[in-house]
């Protein structure tokens, strides 16, 4: 049988007891084929489903992950679907919700929002790499759902996670909140960026919209993921400091308020 991750015929392969795909003696561990489940592997308090009443959901969940794995076999590939499903709810929203833009804005807002969730997510990522931990990008199939169901004009609630960043090891409560602060911080900065544009160029009525959109899709995308919930980056960054929360997240709020204000 061939291997998973190499498609090296393999006489006695190995089956992970993670995502339960096949693979050969070079990739038979975890973190050796990347895999998907790879957070099973931490200590209780860092499972994504620790709190969770219904193991018969997880293990569903779990065979449609390994099985979207099982085509998505590279983090680009997995990026890429995130990106494009982003791109189609942000066009999605713009287009439901202010039929004044042309068509070519609101094409180019849903590349803004498109970009800043990219940057937001490799925050996250070189940052743990930058500590010395591996971390990909992988794609979940009940965010994928989420995120496909908001593509549809007449959802009022949209939702963006078609995935997130994947941490292997054992970071502390420390590294893990520097870790899930870069994402929203990254927002921020590119919300301050648009800020610094709209006050010092002088831009035509459609561009000055654009950027001032751009502002306030960073503000609400930092904002909501300092929300201190369940896997929520906010979560994280909760439990290493909450002074550092809090001074955070009133950050974003004032920011959104700002924002929203110059649109």
Not at 49 to 73: E, P, V
Not at 96 to 124: D, K, P, Q, R
Not at 150 to 162: D, N, R, T
Request: aromatic share 12%.
């Amino acid at each position: 049988m061939d291997c998973s991750f190499c498609n090296v015929s393999e006489d006695l392969p190995f089956t992970c007891s993670y995502c339960e795909l096949i693979f050969c003696s070079s990739h038979r561990l975890p973190e050796k084929h990347q895999c998907s489940q790879l957070y099973r592997v931490h200590k209780p308090r860092d499972s994504l489903y620790q709190n969770t009443n219904s193991q018969f959901s997880i293990n569903n969940l779990n065979n449609l992950d390994s099985r979207m794995n099982r085509i998505l076999n590279t983090e680009l590939r997995q990026l890429l679907l995130g990106m494009v499903l982003v791109l189609l709810v942000g066009i999605s929203f713009f287009l439901s919700n202010n039929s004044s833009y042309s068509a070519i804005t609101i094409v180019i807002l849903g590349l803004v929002l498109m970009g800043s969730f990219l940057i937001h997510e490799m925050s996250h990522k070189f940052l743990a790499m930058r500590n010395g931990y591996r971390a990909e990008f992988r794609v979940n199939s009940l965010g994928v759902l989420l995120t496909s169901l908001s593509i549809f004009p007449f959802i009022p609630l949209k939702i963006i996670a078609p995935g997130a960043v994947v941490i292997s090891g054992y970071p502390s409560n420390s590294k893990l909140g520097k870790i899930a602060l870069a994402g929203p911080a990254s927002n921020i900065i590119l919300g301050l960026c648009s800020i610094f544009i709209l006050t010092y160029f002088s831009l035509t009525a459609e561009l000055f919209a654009i950027i001032s959109t751009a502002a306030y899709i960073n503000g609400i995308l930092a904002a909501f993921n300092l929300l201190p919930f369940s896997i929520i980056d906010g979560k994280k960054v909760y439990n290493w400091n909450k002074y550092i929360w809090i001074s955070s997240f009133i950050f974003c709020i004032s920011f959104i308020f700002v924002a929203s204000n110059i649109i």
